[in-house]
């Protein structure tokens, strides 16, 4: 399978602790894109990456989100001090080229219940 | 604050008609656009992207770009019940920086037999 994976499928957290998500985009795809859906809205975005580097975040991203994307491969999104405001579905989605115009491929999403 | 607009529905078509879905958006500057496919607890499918004035066709699906107007739709012909889902307009916006992909709220087809 050659599609984007992420993992877990499925985690729930009690508030105040920290979680870390994993996504591997399709191999000779550069960009790596973060969002975060809830029920009945769009997928908004988060972060993306270009290769390795960190290009741009949401003004709308706390501080306790962070992510990575090490040797421009597979990437995390770590969240801490979870709130029940986390809770959503977090989706990743790569794209080739490096100009921003190509589509994107999303994967199955991790979905966050903060209790 | 740059927005993509789309009437949420439930549009309800019979199956075999032609499903109309459309999306305004506000950046004059974007140029390209995408149709997700997205079903009930699951991700976003891509079903199909254009950069150009005018339509683009695959399969039961066509794509109507119309720049000076800030507006795209997806036909789907003859439509089924397994078309039931909410479609996703995405168009990327430039934010200053980058190129930024930003969602509609999408729109919930309903075909039904």
């Known amino acids: 399978d050659t599609g984007v994976s992420q993992d877990p499928r499925h985690k729930i957290t009690k508030r105040g602790q920290n979680v870390t998500f994993r996504c591997d985009p399709i191999?000779?795809?550069?960009?790596l894109y973060w969002y975060r859906q809830t029920l009945g809205q769009g997928p908004e975005f988060l972060t993306y990456f270009q290769n390795e580097a960190q290009l741009e975040k949401s003004r709308l991203l706390s501080d306790r989100f962070s992510a990575e994307r090490p040797k421009g491969s597979f990437s995390t999104l770590e969240i801490q001090r979870t709130e029940q405001g986390d809770s959503a579905m977090y989706l990743c989605?790569?794209?080739?080229?490096?100009?921003?115009?190509?589509?994107?491929?999303f994967g199955p999403g991790t979905r966050l219940t903060v209790t | 604050q740059k927005e993509v607009e789309q009437n949420s529905g439930p549009l309800s078509v019979p199956e075999g008609a032609i499903a109309s879905l459309n999306c305004t958006y506000s950046?004059?500057?974007?140029?390209?656009f995408f149709w997700y496919r997205q079903y009930s607890g699951k991700s976003p499918e891509l079903i199909m992207f254009?950069?150009?004035?005018g339509d683009k066709e695959d399969g039961r699906f066509t794509a109507q770009l119309n720049k000076a107007s800030q507006y795209v739709s997806l036909l789907i012909r003859d439509s089924q019940p397994s078309d039931s889902a909410t479609y996703l307009c995405a168009v990327n916006m430039f934010t200053g920086g980058s190129y930024i992909p930003t969602f509609g709220r999408g729109t919930s087809l309903i075909v039904h037999p």
């Open positions: 254009i950069y150009s004035n």
């Open positions: 191999s000779e795809h550069n960009r």
């Open positions: 989605a790569s794209s080739p080229g490096d100009r921003g115009f190509a589509e994107q491929y």
């Open positions: 950046d004059r500057g974007s140029q390209s």
